[in-house]
């Protein structure tokens, strides 16, 4: 130890000069490596290079890395290994600003010795060590980070210096797949922004997708597919799909997928009923402005008109987006669509039942028909018709011809 002090003491008085007149590192590689050198007096020559902010100096923390590796086993006492966790991140951290690439398989070591699996590890190693490997781009290492971060995800604790402790290692992790830039690394991101974690980590998740990949579409319906994500991973995969900076027509696509699992994926839990309404609700949205993409949409867009109105209770709210999204489209498919509407509601005021919930829908039904501007004489002949009946009350026949006024001649 007073060996350390009086290196320090000199480095302290002349240390500026030596520095500024060359970089050569030899005199501290051979400090370093001493035989009979400590984990605390090595820990003190990194500091002190650290503190004197040279580059270029990949070579000396890399050999400085492979040597604490080789005696981080006889780390046996609490200061031994507090002094090793020290050295490892400043280690880490000189490898990643140097875009060291060749120490990737070392930095990983550090990753696995000082993991926050083993309670005696704090996380900080880990988490710089992750840290590094994103920096330095080796793209090899992004499904073990990734099976690292969705570990942490699926094992959530209710102890708070655990919970502590693991959320350094997701830091670490999310900061690395954010800087891969790798399709893989999208979802455990994801799940962490919508996992057990803290605000900030949540948020610090939730940013670093948009940088993981352009157009996550594909992933994205993957995961509101996959029949064993809850009603509330899905819903919040489509939110961040209409994040993205992707295309209209990749989150109209999205968007079909929404809106098919709102209706396919059955469940008796009321909070999630309520969920998968508001992604339909908001994937019907998506479809009015950006169009349709994909065919299923029509089927699907059946279902929120006929489920609701079927209903003793109808949701008007997502019957009304139905019919907006319909009239705007204005498609052959989505004009058939309003056309079966019109029909039923006038098959039911003919024969019945007719009562106040039927009325309502022609009250929808007959302007969104009018919307598309089409030119089909089947509908224009049951408007007419519709205008002309004595089945039908006066604010209704008049309906029905303010909708033939919009149709144009």
Not at 111 to 122: G, K, Y
Not at 156 to 179: F, H, N
Request: one cysteine or more; glycine letters at 6%; aromatic letters at 8%.
């Amino acid at each position: 130890m007073k060996r350390i002090i009086l290196f320090s003491l000199l480095l302290s008085l002349v240390g500026m000069t030596i520095f500024a007149q060359s970089t050569d590192m030899s005199y501290y590689e051979w400090e370093y490596n001493r035989s009979e050198g400590t984990f605390a007096s090595r820990l003190g020559v990194l500091e002190i290079v650290r503190a004197a902010n040279l580059t270029e100096i990949g070579d000396f923390y890399h050999n400085a890395l492979k040597l604490l590796l080789a005696k981080l086993p006889d780390a046996r006492t609490r200061d031994e290994r507090d002094a090793a966790n020290d050295s490892a991140k400043i280690l880490c951290q000189g490898l990643g600003a140097e875009k060291y690439t060749d120490a990737a398989p070392e930095i990983w070591q550090v990753v696995q010795n000082f993991d926050v699996v083993r309670d005696i590890n704090d996380g900080l190693a880990m988490q710089d060590a992750l840290v590094a490997l994103g920096q330095l781009g080796d793209t090899n290492y992004v499904p073990h980070i990734a099976l690292r971060l969705d570990n942490f995800n699926t094992h959530e604790t209710p102890d708070v210096e655990s919970k502590r402790r693991i959320q350094r290692g997701v830091v670490g992790a999310i900061s690395a797949l954010e800087a891969f830039h790798e399709p893989e690394g999208f979802i455990p991101v994801f799940f962490a922004s919508i996992g057990w974690y803290d605000p900030a980590i949540r948020a610090m998740a939730s940013n670093a997708l948009q940088n993981i990949i352009d157009d996550p579409g594909e992933i994205i319906s993957e995961i509101i597919k996959d029949t064993g994500n809850n009603p509330h991973a899905k819903y919040e995969a489509w939110r961040e799909m209409l994040k993205t900076g992707a295309s209209n027509t990749s989150k109209a696509k999205v968007a079909a997928v929404a809106l098919a699992t709102g209706w396919t994926y059955a469940t008796s839990n009321v909070t999630y009923q309520r969920t998968l309404r508001e992604m339909r609700m908001s994937a019907i949205d998506t479809i009015r402005v950006m169009g349709v993409e994909d065919d299923s949409v029509y089927a699907n867009l059946d279902k929120s008109y006929t489920n609701n109105f079927v209903n003793n209770m109808p949701d008007y709210d997502e019957i009304r987006k139905t019919l907006d999204a319909l009239s705007v489209t204005a498609s052959d498919e989505a004009v058939q669509l309003l056309f079966k509407f019109l029909q039923e509601l006038h098959e039911r005021r003919r024969g019945g039942p007719w009562g106040n919930k039927e009325r309502q829908m022609l009250q929808l039904v007959v302007p969104a028909i009018g919307a598309t501007k089409t030119q089909s004489q089947d509908v224009r002949l049951l408007l007419t018709t519709i205008q002309r009946s004595s089945d039908y009350t006066g604010a209704e026949q008049n309906w029905a011809r303010d909708a033939i006024r919009q149709l144009g001649n």
